[in-house]
């Protein structure tokens, strides 16, 4: 299946107009961390490299198809001496499947202060997932077979009290990733997407539902390496209506942590039919 880099590759058709391109996939529709990191990647090409992206806010709006590329158009919404904002529309046949908003940042001094990293097993202690899984479960995966991703099993979840559902997994990208900080933050919200969702299904594990990303919100909070393991301490305060509301903290190996994350997905009970 595709790298991440022919995954996040855009082409500028024009001053604010990018063209993201169509991979190798076997998903029927667009992943939506491939439309968030294209369209990211965009915003991220219309702006003063001394500014460093530190929050997005992104809908899907409609089912992106996998065969087509996505035109991504970029609104220079404020250029300012320390913020700038973008809005990034996803594009394909005239109608909008994603829109974004993306704030940048040039760094300053400030107070600092962060959660503590749950005290969970290392990465190295889990077994890759390509040795463990099913042949059905196995197949899904090569879709994203460039990432090693280790769930943490229930019975060692760190779990903290009043939490409806918890769900713990270490990830990291296999291969070595070029050194720009951008890469990495467009990888990660490329990757952010992946198991979140899940974290809603662990109290209802016979439950079947159909799944789809609604909304995506990220912040960057610290510099890291998407090829280095992160920690993605997830849980679902919510679910209902159809719809269910996760949340995750990043963590690096040295207890930093480097983003944090909010979305809302569709989860609506499927119905037998005749």
């Excluded at 809603?200 to 890291?224: G, I």
């Excluded at 997830?234 to 949340?247: D, E, I, V």
Aim: glycine share 6%.
């Amino acid at each position: 299946m595709a790298t991440i880099e022919e995954a996040l590759e855009i082409e500028r058709l024009e001053r604010d107009i990018f063209r993201g391109a169509s991979t190798k996939t076997q998903l029927p529709r667009t992943f939506g961390g491939q439309v968030a990191g294209q369209a990211l990647v965009s915003a991220v090409r219309t702006v003063e490299p001394r500014f460093q992206v530190h929050s997005l806010h992104g809908y899907f709006l409609r089912s992106g198809n996998p065969s087509q590329p996505t035109v991504y158009l970029v609104e220079r919404i404020r250029d300012g001496r320390s913020f700038c904002t973008r809005r990034v529309t996803g594009v394909q046949d005239g109608q909008a499947i994603f829109t974004m908003s993306a704030s940048f940042h040039i760094g300053d001094i400030g107070p600092e202060h962060q959660d503590r990293m749950p005290n969970v097993p290392p990465p190295y202690d889990l077994p890759d997932a390509a040795t463990t899984l099913s042949p059905e479960r196995l197949w899904a995966m090569r879709e994203w077979e460039h990432w090693d991703i280790r769930t943490i099993p229930q019975d060692q979840v760190a779990r903290l009290e009043g939490l409806a559902s918890q769900q713990q997994v270490w990830f990291r990208y296999r291969h070595p990733l070029p050194d720009d900080p951008l890469f990495h933050v467009c990888t990660l919200a490329y990757m952010s997407d992946m198991t979140l969702l899940g974290s809603s299904k662990v109290t209802h594990p016979d439950d079947h539902t159909q799944n789809a990303s609604l909304d995506h919100a990220m912040w960057f909070l610290r510099p890291f390496r998407a090829d280095e393991w992160l920690l993605y301490d997830q849980n679902s305060p919510s679910a209902g209506f159809g719809r269910a509301l996760t949340g995750g903290r990043i963590f690096n190996e040295r207890g930093e942590m480097v983003a944090s994350v909010m979305q809302e997905g569709l989860a609506r009970t499927l119905r037998d039919t005749p």
